[in-house]
């Protein structure tokens, strides 16, 4: 069972006038999946700050985490706390903190907030009546329009309608994955602006007016972001394997044609100067560099981009923290110990120091630079001279960005978080823990379909919560 530490506050704190203001308990998470491994609130990622804290700074709780705050002691130490925990969850197994009619063992089970009474596990039975569609269950003609619709942006003719329910049901299920197959290859999905294109949009946030390259040049062209959405939609389309957008030494160019848009892989782009033996996928890029870096001599903002959009934390929010086993060094002092900053850096400063040595719009930009921090930065503090490139990523130690890529990849977290960008698509929301099917496609997209995004959409399409009206 996938495994992710974040820190999430559940020691003893002021808001009901026992103890002084808490600090982050980063051991909390890890406690609560040992005591509940299948609980699908730690099957997915990292439990939730939520789940107890109504905000995080300044520390407040919902009426779940009160409760665990009174079974703990005051002003605990993190071992203490840590000792604490287990007995605290297991005495609040039968109360019902929320009072919304469930036991807190049947939320923490079925995925459902124990400190939220809007968020109850959904006991409603289906009630046939529909005349068109089987709503209590999967229905492929329903499926067919469905699938038309999102992934070809048509809907089909009344005639194939008509045809598609003249269909056995095993003819069915294969006339909606030569569908799928067709529709994949159109040019809703692939085109410029397409469906990938706006897949991609948040993960590398575009800025026209710095656009560079010679297509759709903005006014002031730094670096050219079509690079970038060309390098994700290759690693998402046809047999190619999705690692990519973080491993690939490669870029790719688009021809657009009366034949359709078609991606192609080469070795270099005029518009692309990083050394080919130090390129991370779009970790890497020009516009990635540029835009997350530019002149930072610590770029946390190009580490936490990248973790936001290839993995699915947002430091942001306190997702996805793994301390660093070293101390907290505020090589560049920004004031990063204190205790309301160190909760996020003794993750974030890890992470962050292998993009260091990447120069954003310093020269030569968009180059690896061996000596950046000596050459240029060692006025941020007495112990830049000291920064190192190595570093940590989920707990792991890290030599470069390219071992950092390697980390990253291999985790469940850049596996659920890529599943969860076509089920949002398809779905038209994000996952919740309750979704099973979920949790079992990003699993299997490790296993079973290599990473490769058009095999584990075949199996979304069979899914119930696609399938089912």
């Known amino acids: 069972m996938y495994r992710l530490s974040v820190a999430v506050s559940l020691a003893v704190g002021s808001l009901v006038g026992v103890g002084s203001l808490a600090h982050a308990k980063p051991s909390a998470p890890e406690i609560f999946a040992q005591a509940y491994p299948d609980s699908p609130l730690v099957a997915s990622g990292p439990l939730q700050c939520s789940y107890c804290h109504l905000s995080t700074y300044p520390a407040s709780w919902n009426v779940f985490g009160i409760a665990l705050q009174l079974q703990i002691t005051p002003d605990s130490t993190d071992a203490q706390f840590a000792a604490e925990l287990p007995g605290a969850l297991a005495a609040l197994e039968t109360a019902d903190s929320d009072n919304d009619g469930v ?242 850096h003794t993750t974030i400063d890890a992470m962050t120091r292998p993009f260091a040595f990447y120069n954003g719009l310093q020269a030569p930009a968009g180059q690896y630079d061996a000596t950046r921090i000596q050459d240029g930065f060692l006025f941020e503090g007495p112990l830049m001279a000291q920064f190192p490139e190595s570093g940590y990523l989920m707990g792991q130690p890290v030599v470069d960005l390219l071992d950092w890529a390697e980390v990253a990849v291999a985790s469940a977290a850049f596996a659920a978080a890529t599943v969860k960008d076509y089920w949002k698509h398809a779905m038209g929301r994000a996952p919740v823990a309750t979704d099973y099917e979920y949790l079992d496609l990003w699993a299997d997209f490790m296993a079973t379909h290599d990473y490769r995004v058009e095999r584990m959409l075949h199996d979304l399409i069979e899914t119930e919560a696609y399938g089912a009206p």
Not at 150 to 171: H, I, K, N, W
Not at 175 to 198: I, M, P, V, Y
Not at 207 to 220: A, Y
Not at 299 to 323: C, H, S, V
């Open 103 to 344: 036991a807190n063992i049947e939320e923490i089970m079925r995925g459902t907030g124990s400190g939220n009474a809007a968020s109850v596990p959904d006991d409603r039975v289906c009630v046939p009546g529909n005349e068109d569609y089987d709503i209590c269950n999967y229905d492929p003609p329903y499926t067919y329009k469905k699938l038309w619709l999102d992934y070809c942006g048509e809907s089909p003719t009344y005639q194939e309608m008509v045809d598609f329910r003249a269909l056995s049901r095993d003819e069915q299920m294969a006339r909606l994955h030569d569908t799928l197959e067709a529709c994949l290859d159109s040019e809703f999905w692939l085109r410029k602006n397409g469906q990938l294109w706006q897949i991609a949009h948040p993960k590398l946030r575009p800025v026209g007016t710095l656009k560079g390259g010679v297509e759709d040049r903005g006014p002031i062209p730094l670096a050219d972001y079509y690079d970038d959405y060309h390098l994700f939609v290759y690693t998402q389309i046809d047999d190619h394997d999705a690692r990519d957008v973080l491993l690939a030494d490669y870029h790719v160019v688009r021809q657009d044609s009366p034949e359709g848009t078609t991606y192609t892989q080469v070795s270099d782009v005029g518009t692309q100067p990083l050394q080919t033996d130090r390129r991370a996928g779009l970790a890497t890029t020009a516009w990635h560099l540029l835009y997350n870096t530019m002149f930072t001599g610590v770029p946390r903002t190009a580490a936490a981009q990248t973790y936001r959009a290839f993995l699915g934390f947002d430091i942001a929010k306190m997702e996805g923290l793994f301390p660093a086993p070293e101390p907290l060094i505020d090589y560049d002092q920004k004031g990063v110990t204190g205790d309301a900053c160190a909760q996020c």
